[in-house]
């Protein structure tokens, strides 16, 4: 039951723990996504959240009714009837309310509540036996059951008045009160200014709205039906659910006591004010909801292989591989080549040299306190040559299509965030991609199988070697017409003669071996360095591209989360 239906109070169904979770949860989205939600809706969120912060904070427990209405609808008769007084001016053809004026129930302090509604014009009202009773109809005479004490009734200005300071004080003390009570006539029941600009707008309040026909006694009983019908018609059509409209009269004192009751409904729940606070908390986070999507896509899962490949050509990976089975073979040969021919690798240049990636012993640690500017000075930059322009563009291809795939369904709002997450405009991507290649290790342990060609080599080059020797020997004892010493033979061949050939041609034939080897070793180096550069690229589009869109698909979600948290 609603805190101004008929019959008794009821427990509060908002309790201030609800309230603060869903304030939090609003806040929270704010804090979120607010730059990608909708500027105006983000607005009202901010004076929602304010509104629940500062008047939790007030001490006291009073309920806030506003007396809302057009120009003559009687709102300050019904007023002056409900505190017993004529406390609030009245005007039978032009506004004569211009500021609101505040009627008081109770022994509790409301100065701090009334300071912060800004209202100045303060009257206590006399709960003495009898007092404050005002006009009653005797044939609809209504027992009131339970106190008024606590409740704060406001006459507000005409929210149609000519005079525009009055509707908009009117409409500012609107966002603040607790139940809208809104009093009409019969001639300005269908005004279509109070239905659209103002039970539309507030529609979302249904808890804590009431609906006044007034002036009932200019009317017969048959059209009190009628139009009282017709009115909650119309509530019920601007969106206030269950709508409960009362016709009164300051004259007769019809309906003063039933709408005395529905009040003291209201204050006896201690309800409507973490009512409205509520219903304000999720109007503004339903309002918000459409900002956000309804699910996200999982950067970890949309595919990257195109993005990984454009960025690879980039950063000069396949020019770098050919460089590394290049050196791989020229180290190659000067461990495994035959051993009178490794002189000639001088001739050849260092493939990795000429790129400026052939540090072997390890790079300076870079100091602490440097920054990211000055790391290219420390670790240098290499010779890799620049990316043509349609290699460019290739990056910027694969990018934009990463970053379609990872906000697609978003709002275009969050696509744009994501977009701009995205580092790379500005060089820093190139630089990055430069470092790591320079931060990649080209080169490996060396094959075992190097060492053990490399000692068969030398044993048959000093094989060959000791067999010219022999000969030159043997040559000068010849010149020297000197008696010469017995030469083994190996069948009909000495054996200097067949030291020299076989290490000759076993040393070459095994650097031909070797070389052939080389190539497949070549390619097997190639695919181990490639893959540490491709993780290094990786690396380098995590965290200019993935881990970017990463935190904004995140804030998205976190933004979701919380809206729906906060309209529960």
């Given at each position: 039951m609603s805190p101004i239906r008929p019959g008794r109070a009821k427990v509060?169904?908002?309790?201030?723990?609800?309230?603060?979770?869903?304030?939090?949860?609003?806040?929270?989205?704010?804090?979120?996504?607010?730059?990608?939600?909708?500027?105006?809706?983000?607005e009202v969120a901010r004076r929602v959240v304010d509104k629940a912060v500062e008047r939790s904070g007030i001490a006291g427990d009073h309920t806030v009714v506003a007396l809302a209405g057009a120009t003559g609808s009687g709102k300050s008769s019904l007023f002056n009837a409900l505190v017993g007084g004529d406390v609030a001016a009245i005007g039978a053809?032009?506004?004569?309310?211009?500021?609101?004026?505040?009627?008081?129930?109770?022994?509790a302090d409301a100065s701090e509540l009334l300071d912060w509604l800004g209202v100045a014009a303060r009257h206590v009202v006399d709960t003495a036996p009898g007092a404050g009773e005002g006009p009653v109809d005797d044939s609809r005479a209504v027992q009131v059951v339970g106190s008024l004490d606590g409740l704060v009734l406001l006459d507000l200005p005409d929210f149609d008045s000519r005079e525009l300071e009055h509707r908009r004080e009117a409409e500012r003390v609107l966002e603040l009160v607790d139940v809208f009570v809104w009093v009409t006539d019969p001639q300005k029941y269908?005004?279509?200014?109070?239905?659209?600009?103002?039970?539309?707008?507030?529609?979302?309040?249904?808890?804590?709205?009431?609906?006044?026909?007034?002036?009932?006694?200019?009317?017969?009983?048959?059209?009190?039906?009628?139009?009282?019908?017709?009115?909650?018609?119309?509530?019920?059509?601007?969106?206030?659910?269950?709508?409960?409209?009362?016709?009164?009269?300051?004259?007769?004192?019809?309906?003063?006591?039933?709408?005395?009751?529905?009040?003291?409904?209201?204050?006896?729940?201690?309800?409507?004010?973490?009512?409205?606070?509520?219903?304000?908390?999720?109007?503004?986070?339903?309002r918000l909801r459409p900002g956000v999507a309804d699910t996200e896509a999982d950067v970890g899962r949309v595919p990257r292989e195109a993005l990984d490949a454009s960025l690879a050509r980039a950063a000069g990976v396949p020019i770098v591989l050919d460089a590394v089975a290049r050196d791989y073979r020229r180290e190659a040969f000067a461990h495994t080549g035959w051993l009178f021919a490794r002189w000639t690798k001088g001739f050849a240049a260092d493939p990795l040299r000429r790129l400026r990636l052939d540090r072997t012993g390890g790079r300076p640690p870079i100091p602490v306190e440097i920054d990211g500017a000055d790391v290219r000075a420390v670790l240098g930059r290499s010779s890799i040559p620049a990316p043509t322009v349609s290699t460019a563009s290739a990056v910027d291809l694969a990018t934009r299509s990463f970053v379609r795939d990872a906000s697609e369904g978003l709002p275009v709002r969050w696509t744009q965030a994501v977009e701009d997450a995205v580092v790379g405009g500005d060089g820093t991507l190139s630089d990055s991609l430069d470092r790591a290649v320079i931060g990649t290790s080209l080169r490996a342990r060396r094959p075992v199988w190097w060492f053990v060609v490399n000692i068969l080599q030398w044993v048959l080059g000093l094989v060959a070697l000791a067999g010219l020797v022999w000969y030159a020997v043997l040559w000068v004892f010849a010149l020297l017409q000197l008696p010469r010493p017995e030469t083994p033979a190996v069948g009909i061949l000495p054996l200097p003669l067949v030291m020299l050939v076989v290490g000759v041609l076993l040393g070459i034939g095994l650097g031909i071996l070797s070389r052939w080897w080389a190539r497949v070793g070549a390619r097997h180096r190639r695919t181990v360095v490639g893959k540490r550069l491709t993780e290094s690229v990786a690396a380098v589009a995590d965290e200019h591209i993935l881990i970017p869109v990463d935190e904004v698909l995140l804030r998205h979600r976190e933004t979701r989360e919380h809206l729906e948290a906060a309209a529960g």
């Open positions: 509060a169904t908002v309790s201030a723990a609800e309230l603060g979770t869903r304030t939090t949860e609003l806040s929270m989205a704010l804090v979120s996504g607010a730059d990608e939600l909708d500027p105006s809706g983000v053809r032009r506004p004569t309310t211009s500021r609101p004026t505040a009627g008081l129930w109770g022994d269908a005004d279509a200014r109070l239905h659209d600009e103002f039970v539309t707008l507030m529609s979302h309040h249904d808890a804590v709205t009431l609906g006044v026909l007034n002036q009932s006694d200019r009317l017969t009983a048959e059209g009190v039906k009628t139009l009282t019908q017709d009115l909650a018609r119309l509530l019920v059509a601007d969106g206030v659910a269950d709508a409960k409209v009362i016709a009164t009269s300051t004259v007769t004192g019809q309906g003063i006591a039933d709408l005395r009751q529905r009040l003291a409904n209201a204050v006896a729940g201690h309800a409507a004010s973490r009512q409205r606070l509520k219903a304000d908390v999720v109007g503004a986070a339903t």
